[in-house]
C-alpha cells in the first residue's frame, strides 16, 4: 500500500514554517540566546529558542505551545487531498521527550495531546491518539504505529504523526551541564540545546497537486548497551544497511540527528562508512541545534520542503535518529514525479 505524504509544518529556532526553516538552513543563521537559567559558573545558560514563546513557558506548556503552532499551520485535509467524510477525523501521534528528565510531568499524555489539539482548533481521533516517549527516536516508532493504522481495514485515511521538544528548562540545562553535554564557554565538547516541533499528516490518497512525496519504509530498534551515549554504531548499523538497499532503488541521501558531541560524530563516522557507502550526510542538528524528540519530525517536514523547491537534493532520503536512551530509528521518504 502506497503511503503518501499529503502535508507538512515545522516550527524550528531558524524558522517559523518548515519552508523558512529549510531555507535558512542553506544560509546558516542559528544564533543561541541568552536563558533566564544560570549554570554552574553564575553564567546564563545560551539555548537555541523559537520565536513567539516567552520566557517564563517552560516545560510541558511550552511543548503544547509548540505543538499547536504546528498544527494550526497545516492545511485542512479537503486542500490537501481529499474531502473528509462525515464525523472522519484523523488520530494525532506525538513523539516526546524521554522519562525521567528533570521536566518530567504527568501532563506528558492525555494533557499534551489534548491541549495542543484544542489550542490548534484542530479535532482529532483521540482513541486512537497517543504519545510515546522515547527520544528523537520516538518519531520512528510513530511512524510504525500509524503505517499500521492505514493498512488497517476500515481504519483511518489520514494520520497526523509529530514529534516535539524544548531544552529550554533549568531542570534539565543543568542535568545536561553536569554530564558536561552542553557546548559553551567553559566546554568545548556538547551540544547546543534547542527546541522545535514538527509534523506529518500521512494519508492513502495522494495529494491534489505539487510533487507527491511517499512513505517508504522504517526501521526501530535499541542499543542492548543502554542509554546516555552508548556507541551508536551496532544497531543503526543493521537500521541503515537495510533500508539502504530497500526496495527497487539505492537511497541517495541521508540527514541525521547527530549533534555535534565528540563521541556521537566518531560512531556516525562508523555507520556512515559501513552501511552508506559514501552517501552525502546532512547533519541538520549542527544547523539548528539539537531539537530532541522534535528532530524527527522537523527533518522530515524540512526535506518536504526542499524538494518542493527543488533545490538539488536526491529524490530518496534516509532519516536516521538517536535517543539517549539506546532507542535508534530511521526512515525513508521518497519525491516522485510531478
Same mark, same amino acid.
Not at 142 to 150: C, D, E, N, P, Y
Given at each position: 500500500m502506497r503511503i503518501y505524504v499529503t502535508d507538512w509544518a515545522a516550527r524550528t529556532p531558524i524558522g517559523l514554517t518548515a519552508r523558512a526553516s529549510a531555507l535558512a538552513y542553506r544560509s546558516p543563521r542559528l544564533c543561541p540566546r541568552s536563558t533566564p537559567f544560570r549554570d554552574r559558573h553564575g553564567e546564563f545558560h545560551a539555548a537555541a529558542t523559537c520565536a513567539g514563546l516567552p520566557?517564563?513557558?517552560?516545560?510541558?506548556?511550552?511543548?503544547?505551545?509548540?505543538?499547536a503552532m504546528v498544527l494550526r499551520d497545516l492545511r485542512p485535509p479537503c486542500a490537501a487531498s481529499?474531502?473528509?467524510?462525515?464525523?472522519?477525523? +484523523?488520530?494525532?501521534?506525538?513523539?516526546?521527550?524521554?522519562?525521567?528528565? +528533570? =521536566?518530567?510531568?504527568?501532563?506528558?499524555?492525555?494533557? /499534551?495531546?489534548h491541549g495542543a489539539a484544542t489550542k490548534a482548533s484542530l479535532p482529532i481521533l483521540g482513541a486512537r491518539s497517543q504519545v510515546v516517549r522515547d527520544g528523537h527516536a520516538g518519531f520512528a516508532r510513530?511512524?510504525? /504505529?500509524?503505517?499500521?493504522? /492505514?493498512a488497517e481495514p476500515g481504519g483511518p485515511a489520514d494520520v497526523l504523526v509529530a514529534g516535539v521538544d524544548s531544552y529550554f528548562h533549568q531542570? $534539565? /540545562? +543543568?542535568?545536561?551541564?553536569?554530564?558536561?553535554? $552542553?557546548?559553551?564557554?567553559?566546554?568545548?565538547?556538547?551540544?547546543?540545546?534547542?527546541?522545535?516541533?514538527?509534523?506529518?499528516?500521512?494519508?492513502?490518497?495522494?495529494?491534489?497537486?505539487?510533487?507527491? @512525496?511517499?512513505? $517508504?519504509?522504517c526501521r526501530f530498534g535499541r542499543n542492548p548497551a543502554g542509554p546516555a551515549i552508548a556507541p551508536l554504531a551496532p544497531v543503526m548499523n543493521q537500521i541503515?544497511?537495510?533500508?539502504?538497499?530497500?526496495?527497487?532503488?539505492?537511497?541517495?541521501?541521508?540527514?541525521?540527528? @547527530?549533534?555535534?558531541? @565528540?563521541?556521537? $560524530?566518531?560512531?556516525?563516522?562508523?555507520?556512515?562508512?559501513?552501511?552508506?557507502?559514501g552517501m552525502p550526510t546532512a547533519r541538520l542538528s549542527e544547523g539548528l541545534g539539537d531539537c530532541g524528540a522534535g528532530?524527527?519530525?522537523?527533518?522530515?517536514?524540512? @526535506?518536504?520542503?526542499?524538494?518542493?523547491?527543488?533545490?538539488?537534493? =536526491?529524490?530518496?532520503?534516509?532519516?536516521?535518529?538517536h535517543s539517549d536512551n539506546g532507542a535508534r530509528g530511521a526512515f525513508i521518504l521518497q519525491s516522485e514525479a510531478a
Open positions: 520566557p517564563t513557558l517552560t516545560g510541558c506548556e511550552r511543548m503544547k505551545a509548540l505543538l481529499r474531502e473528509l467524510a462525515s464525523g472522519e477525523l +484523523a488520530p494525532l501521534l506525538i513523539a516526546g521527550p524521554l522519562a525521567g528528565r +528533570a =521536566d518530567d510531568d504527568a501532563k506528558f499524555g492525555e494533557e /499534551l495531546l510513530v511512524l510504525q /504505529l500509524a503505517t499500521s493504522m /492505514l531542570g $534539565v /540545562l +543543568a542535568a545536561l551541564e553536569a554530564e558536561r553535554r $552542553v557546548h559553551g564557554l567553559h566546554e568545548e565538547d556538547g551540544f547546543i540545546p534547542a527546541e522545535g516541533a514538527g509534523v506529518l499528516r500521512l494519508s492513502r490518497v495522494p495529494p491534489k497537486s505539487g510533487r507527491p @512525496v511517499s512513505f $517508504v519504509s541503515m544497511q537495510e533500508l539502504f538497499f530497500f526496495g527497487a532503488r539505492v537511497a541517495g541521501w541521508a540527514v541525521c540527528d @547527530v549533534n555535534g558531541e @565528540v563521541e556521537r $560524530v566518531m560512531d556516525w563516522e562508523q555507520v556512515a562508512n559501513r552501511a552508506l557507502h528532530s524527527g519530525g522537523i527533518f522530515a517536514a524540512m @526535506v518536504c520542503s526542499l524538494w518542493e523547491f527543488d533545490a538539488g537534493h =536526491d529524490a530518496r532520503a534516509i532519516i536516521a535518529l
